[in-house]
Structures are given as C-alpha cells and as structure tokens.
Antibody
Framework: EVQMLESGGGLVQPGGSLRLSCAAS????????MSWVRQAPGKGLEWVSG????????HYADSVKGRFTISRDNSKKTLYLQMNSLRAEDTAVYYC???????????????WGRGTLVTVSS | DIVMTQTPLSLYVTPGQPASISCKSS???????????LYWYLQKPGQSPQLLIY???RRFSGVPDRFSGSGSGTDFTLKISRVEADDVGVYYC?????????FGGGTKVEIK
C-alpha cells in the first residue's frame, strides 16, 4: 500500500526545536521529490520546504528559511524536517507530500501523509 | 509569490445539483512548455488533502468524472456536475509554475 506516516510532532516552547519524520512505503522513495506542507489551525495550506529524490536542490519558504532544514534518508525511506528557533506562528499540522513528477520537481503533490501536529507555546 | 484567490468562500449545495468554484492567479500559469500548472485539491473533514485535478483539467487517478476543471492564463474553474454527500470539504486551487507553490484560501462546500 502506498502511504506516508508522519511523526515527531508535539508541544514545544518558543525558541525550541523539534524534528519531524515521515516514513514512506509502497513507492520508489528515492525517485521522487518530497515536500512539507503545513496547515495552521482552521487555516489554509502553506508549502514549507522541498527536497529532490537525490537529496539535492532543497527549497524553503521565506517564513522558515534559516530555521528549518529538510533532509532525507533514502535507505530508510524517510523524510525529515529539523525545526529550530520555533515561533508561535509555526503552530500547525505538518504534512509530508510526495511530488507528482518522477525524478524532478513537479511542484504538485499526489500523495499526502496524515499529518503531525506541532504546537509552539509556553 | 503568486497570489491565488478563490471564490466563493463557501458553498451550500443541494445533492444532485451542480457546483462551481473560481480560482484566479496574480500571474499567468501558462509555461513556455505549453502546459498550465494549475491544480485542485479536496480536503475532506478530518483528512489530509487529496489531488483531484492536475494541469487545469486532467483528473487524477480514481477521481469521478463529475469533477471537471477548465480555464486558462489566470482564470480557472472547478465544476462538480452533480454534488454528492461525499464531496463535502474544503477545495483548494494551487499553482506550481513558480516556487514557492501557493494555494488559494479554500472554498468550503457543504450539503443543504
């Protein structure tokens, strides 16, 4: 079955750090770019970061640049998001999303995980 | 960043009746390769988003043919020919021609 499962969310104080993981199965993970997309409570969707299947050419939203780092381990079929210097406005459900194009960025997402909630609060 | 504007914010539809959602982009989504990079997603209550339409009008695998997409340049429309109870949720358009990909604010579809 093709699926992705995020983990690592939780409650963290402002200024703190958290690392999210996304375990993928059912497709050739290393052949697809992956992204993180977040959704603040009751709000719309915001793309956060993307990474190619090879692990290169990473991209970040301006709102997280310099604070978040995306990475992947293709041997473990797992995507990561290291989040540092967290702010209240980073509070959201974080989804991992599989790119729809093979071997390069298509910048659209044909498979989404269930999401993991990150709450930044003191 | 490209701004995506959806209307209406919400839609109440009688089952079996049609529904239409508009999406406008702040720049043309027509690429020099001839493709137009506009997508539609549905987020059902309590679920993650799912891809419905890619490149304006192409239905993703498993999407019923009552869903159709149209438009060009900066103006796009998602139509549901006959709304069913399973179609409730928030619909988002998204552009993928420029990085970062950006989403519309969403249109909530509810059943009367």
């Amino acid at each position: 079955e093709v699926q992705m499962l995020e983990s690592g969310g939780g409650l963290v104080q402002p200024g703190g750090s958290l690392r999210l993981s996304c375990a993928a199965s059912g497709f050739t993970f290393s052949s697809y770019a992956m992204s993180w997309v977040r959704q603040a409570p009751g709000k719309g969707l915001e793309w956060v970061s993307g990474i190619l299947g090879s692990g290169g050419r990473t991209h970040y939203a301006d709102s997280v640049k310099g604070r978040f780092t995306i990475s992947r381990d293709n041997s473990k079929k797992t995507l990561y998001l290291q989040m540092n210097s967290l702010r209240a406005e980073d509070t959201a459900v974080y989804y991992c999303a599989k790119d729809g194009d093979y071997d390069d960025y298509g910048w659209y997402f044909d498979l989404w995980g269930r999401g993991t909630l990150v709450t930044v609060s003191s | 960043d490209i701004v995506m504007t959806q209307t209406p914010l919400s839609l109440y539809v009688t089952p079996g009746q049609p529904a239409s959602i508009s999406c406008k982009s702040s720049q043309s989504l027509l690429h020099s390769d001839g493709k137009t990079y506009l997508y539609w997603y549905l987020q059902k209550p309590g679920q993650s988003p799912q891809l419905l339409i890619y490149e304006v009008y192409r239905r993703f695998s498993g999407v019923p043919d009552r869903f159709s997409g149209s438009g060009s340049g900066t103006d796009f429309t998602l139509k549901i020919s006959r709304v069913e109870a399973d179609d409730v949720g928030v619909y988002y358009c998204m552009q993928a021609i420029f990085v970062p990909p950006t989403f519309g604010g969403g249109t909530k579809v509810e059943i009367k």
